[in-house]
């Protein structure tokens, strides 16, 4: 079974669940997706006043919510699969602590949706899609106390973690959207300026029409004639 699990945000729920579709569409093996979701949590409130959404620091609550056991996945909303996700799933190796796609960019837009401020800083977007090693000694510091006293920089640069034990991953698996050009090999889609379902963004990107596309599956019923 590969562990999956989903940010989830309110304010843009389609995102999840279109992802979710895309996802399942493409594997091949049987998958468990997971939404995290504010209100799901008993032993852990959200202190932080910063961030873009409401997952942006319960990502790293995997490795606990996994009972620090095995690999699991964490990937943002705000994408689509547009391959089999055990391709991905295979490329875990045990002696790295987490692994991730090492972007090294500057922003196109100091805006992103719903006005967020969307700034540059140093390891961007690598925690976005992050594989994780959940038995690693080191990650059994990420408590539901250690995240809500963690600041953003200590979290999503990773910073209980030494550089050697952070593996990477290629870049077709977190292939930003409109910050990167068109890959027609990309094989996950990462709409981190803002996902399609927004009106500002429904066009925007060289991926805007496949999202819609499974948009469009994700809310398909097929019926009978009457």
């Known amino acids: 079974m590969i562990k999956v699990f989903i940010g989830y945000d309110p304010r843009e729920a389609i995102a999840f669940h279109v992802c979710s579709n895309s996802i399942i569409r493409h594997a091949t093996r049987p998958i468990s997706i997971t939404p995290l979701s504010l209100n799901n949590f008993k032993d852990y409130k959200e202190t932080h006043m910063d961030g873009s959404n409401q997952f942006i620091y319960s990502r790293f609550l995997t490795p606990a919510l996994s009972d620090f056991m095995g690999w699991t996945l964490f990937i943002d909303g705000d994408m689509i699969l547009r391959d089999d996700i055990v391709k991905l799933w295979k490329l875990r190796d045990d002696s790295k602590a987490v692994m991730v796609v090492k972007h ?6 100091t805006e992103k949706y719903l006005g967020s401020k969307n700034e540059n800083y140093p390891r ?3 925690s976005s899609v992050i594989m994780w090693n959940c038995s690693h000694p080191k990650n059994r510091i990420l408590t539901p106390s250690f995240v809500e006293q963690a600041t953003g920089a200590q979290l999503h640069r990773f910073s209980w ?3 050697k034990d952070i593996g990477e991953l290629p870049k077709e698996w977190n292939w930003l959207d409109v910050e990167y050009d068109h890959n027609p090999d990309a094989k ?10 927004f009106h500002e963004f ?5 991926f805007a029409n496949e999202w819609h596309k499974e948009r469009i599956l994700t809310e398909h019923c097929q019926q009978r004639d009457i």
């Open 104 to 109: 090294d960019y500057e922003t196109k837009m």
């Open 188 to 197: 996950l889609v990462h709409f981190t300026l803002g996902t399609p379902c």
């Open 202 to 206: 429904a066009v925007q990107g060289s």
């Open 161 to 163: 973690l030494d550089d």
């Open 124 to 126: 961007k977007n690598w």
